[in-house]
């Protein structure tokens, strides 16, 4: 799947505040999202990223 910046994901695994929704902020080596529901921000390597996104809900409107 190829992800672009802007890109709502849906992740595996519930964050803490009850949301599994992040949007991508940053995409290379490590992957930076945004939690739709509290707004904490992570980075995540790569594959670590690749394996807990389960879909794209809503594509950045470029």
Request: glycine letters at 8%; aromatic letters at 4%.
């Amino acid at each position: 799947m190829e992800y672009n910046i802007g890109d709502i994901v849906r992740t595996k695994k519930v964050h803490p505040c009850g949301s599994k929704l992040w949007k991508i902020t940053r995409i290379g080596v490590d992957f930076k999202m945004e939690c739709q529901g509290c707004g904490h921000v992570i980075m995540v390597e790569r594959p670590k990223a690749l394996k807990m996104i389960t879909k794209i809900e809503k594509k950045a409107e470029n």
